[in-house]
């Protein structure tokens, strides 16, 4: 396994460098009366306001297959194929002392850069006559996460942090809070829990928490802001002294796995299926992990899937073959009676339980394979952040992306072809000819319909069908060696 492990690392290593680390790209906007800052990473590009210390967007600008861009940010709607923010909504991290219901105070605002990939954004300022100290650490490689730390010092009373607007309505995310583990749909009175540990907003696309390491004493409120609209956030009955908060912010995708990485599995409950399918998603994972790039992580999964169902396909793979030699015995009855279509049906079943072959074998291999492929195409879907950030693989710079250059289903369509042509050259032409003519098609067709699928999908395809073809020819020179061998009657009895 050593050795396995050090030729995938040796050889992985030129295909991963061809990646060049993100880094995060910083803009500064100018607003009326005060600055808005915008950095960019690899999934999220966030917006920090002078105007009341806050995070103004958190906008997802990645999308893998079948995803669109997403504002996570709540109060943001989507007119016209353009998000804009709703008239009247409070922003996340504004801060109401006493019987404020708004925070137009213009803070202190500084990024610093520690390094090209990752950096600090500090918001400092005195709503209130409170002294607010608010931090959030940014990464270019982040999955959704926003470390975030925010400091209060004065005396006040009622002073309450708004993590934003509260969506109501049909289709709206639940408004969350989780305590001891658990999630509950409105708060808990205090005494009946041990710990608070955060809350937000879940919808089917997106999740806004903040889950708290931390909470500086504080409890959940649900209010209303000088414009009437709902929002949520967490409350200090009375300050006196010095609080701090810390936690990690998640604004992004609605992602098991990504959310179990930021501590906030319990936000979701999985079926069935699902459950199955965050088992393979590990396992790919894992994959990733034992070779540093998702394209060595395909290739693996690959073949441990080919190792794994070849018990099960080789007497399908037989049957095949053993249809490819019968050939010229199903010629010879098709012209004998070629004008009796009922007699011609029962003797080639006759001829097919005399040679102990099924005439429907050889498509089973395909379905056995297409929940395999339907589960590595989830896979590659759900797991499309980590692929998008991790190495490229040959010309390829992202997996989760379609193939650029189409060269992957080029090829696969190309072997599709050569492999239906080297099934077709040694069967007899059917009377109706149809079931070839869907042969040719298919593989034309499937590459119309998926020809902008991830190119890791493509991958897994390409790699499926070589397999395939090889254990076809493994087979194929089994059943010759199996034709060749003399039989015991040809060498006489024992001992002569």
């Known amino acids: 396994m050593g050795k396995f492990i050090s030729f995938l690392l040796l050889f992985g290593l030129p295909v991963s460098c061809l990646a060049t680390p993100l880094s995060l790209v910083e803009e500064w906007l100018p607003g009326p009366g005060y600055q808005l800052l915008e950095i960019t990473g690899g999934l999220v590009e966030h917006r920090f306001s002078q105007r009341g210390g806050t995070l103004e967007r958190a906008y997802v600008h990645f999308a893998g297959l079948r995803a669109q861009t997403l504002e996570t940010v709540p109060g943001w709607v989507s007119e016209g194929g353009k998000w804009a923010l709703a008239e009247g909504v409070s922003l996340p ?10 925070d137009s105070h213009i803070y202190a605002l500084e ?24 931090e959030f650490q940014l990464d270019a490689m982040a999955l959704y996460t926003l470390p975030v730390r925010i400091t209060l010092a004065g005396a006040g009373t009622r002073v309450r942090l708004v993590l934003g607007h509260r969506p109501l309505g049909e289709g709206a995310p639940k408004l969350l809070f989780l305590y001891d583990g658990r999630t509950y749909d409105a708060p808990l009175e205090v005494g009946s829990y041990s710990q608070f540990q955060g809350l937000g907003l879940v919808g089917k696309q997106g999740v806004f928490f903040l889950r708290l390491d931390r ?37 992004g995708r609605n992602r098991y796995l990504l959310l179990e990485k930021a501590g906030l599995a319990d936000l979701v409950d999985l079926g069935l299926f699902s459950n199955f399918l965050v088992t393979v998603m590990r396992f790919f994972e894992w994959l990733y992990r034992l070779t540093g790039n998702y394209g060595w992580a395909i290739i693996l999964f690959t073949l441990i899937t080919r190792v794994v169902l070849y018990p099960l396909m080789r007497n399908q793979l037989r049957s095949m073959a053993k249809m490819q030699r019968l050939a010229p015995k199903i010629k010879k009855l098709q012209e004998r009676y ?97 079931g070839q003519a869907l042969g040719w098609l298919f593989p034309v067709i499937m590459a119309v319909f998926f020809l902008n699928f ?43």
């Open 111 to 134: 990024f610093s850069k520690s390094d090209p990939g990752s950096g600090q954004v500090s918001l400092s300022g005195s709503p209130g006559g409170v002294e607010v100290t608010k």
């Open 93 to 102: 991290f504004e801060i109401w002392v006493g019987d404020a219901q708004s």
């Open 338 to 434: 070629k004008d009796d279509r009922e007699t011609l049906h029962k003797q080639m079943m006759e001829l097919y339980r005399a040679e102990r072959v099924n005439p429907l074998g050889g498509c089973l291999p395909l379905i056995l394979q297409m929940p395999l492929l339907i589960l590595l195409w989830q896979a590659i879907m759900y797991s499309a952040e980590q692929i998008h950030l991790s190495p490229g693989f040959l010309w390829l710079k992202d997996l989760s992306q379609p193939d650029p250059y189409y060269i992957l289903v080029i090829l696969t369509t190309g072997l599709m072809l050569l492999q239906q042509w080297l099934t077709q050259r040694k069967l007899p032409e059917p009377p109706s000819g149809g």
């Open 454 to 496: 991830p190119a890791g999908l493509w991958l897994y395809w390409l790699l499926t069908t070589l397999f395939q073809m090889g254990q076809q020819m493994i087979i194929n020179w089994e059943l010759a060696r199996e034709a060749r061998a003399p039989t015991s009657s040809e060498h006489g009895p024992a001992g002569s």
């Open 215 to 251: 909470g500086g004493g504080a409890k959940p409120f649900l209010g209303q802001n000088a414009f009437g609209q709902p929002v949520f956030g967490l409350e200090w009955e009375a300050l006196s002294g010095e609080v701090s908060l810390e936690g990690l912010l998640y604004a």
